[in-house]
């Protein structure tokens, strides 16, 4: 009998929605985790993520986003230092500043689909993010490295960097577990 009552009310919920009428668009699923059209397009309006001139916008944030739901994965294994608040407070307000006043602002988070909440968990993950990232790729002379050669700044060392981000990056794409379902152009 409750299996009945629970199947009716399933029904019932699935009836209210249109069979035309599309909620969101899921675009991949990483780890177990879904990436979204409204992601997305809130990581794009928001100016969290560039699609860096891409002839395909949508495909160029798409694939920053599986590389970051990536990141993040192995961020948590590892558990970074957590962002202190006002840490997460700055980078809310250089959001912030990416539009001429709030309201922009506020009509950008409404059009995403996302709240201000929403955003601030964003952010400290990122930070989270980039806290694992110097901890674990810190280059001689690059950001972080104390008595290596050359001085913090030093030519090729941020390179250097990227580069073993890269690698390690490919590395975790190949075991991952990642289902994309984007199409351009539909």
Do not use: N
């Amino acid at each position: 009998m409750r299996g009945l009552l629970i199947a009716s009310l399933m029904c019932a919920g699935i009836t209210g929605v249109s069979a035309g009428e599309t909620i969101d668009r899921v675009l991949a699923l990483v780890a177990g985790q879904l990436i979204t059209l409204t992601d997305v397009t809130a990581a794009r309006d928001l100016g969290l993520v560039s699609a860096d001139a891409a002839a395909d916008p949508v495909r160029a944030v798409l694939s920053k986003l599986i590389d970051r739901e990536l990141i993040l994965a192995e961020a948590d294994r590892y558990a970074p230092p957590e962002p202190d608040t006002e840490a997460i407070d700055r980078e809310i307000e250089r959001v912030r500043a990416r539009f001429q006043s709030p309201q922009a602002f506020d009509l950008a988070l409404a059009r995403s689909g996302i709240d201000e909440k929403h955003l601030r968990e964003t952010l400290r993950e990122d930070l989270r993010i980039g806290a694992y990232l110097d901890q674990r790729f810190t280059v001689p002379g690059g950001p972080g490295s104390l008595g290596s050669p050359g001085s913090p700044g030093s030519p090729g060392s941020e390179d250097r960097r990227q580069a073993l981000v890269g690698e390690w990056l490919a590395g975790l794409r190949r075991r991952a577990d990642i289902i994309d379902f984007y199409l351009p152009g539909r």
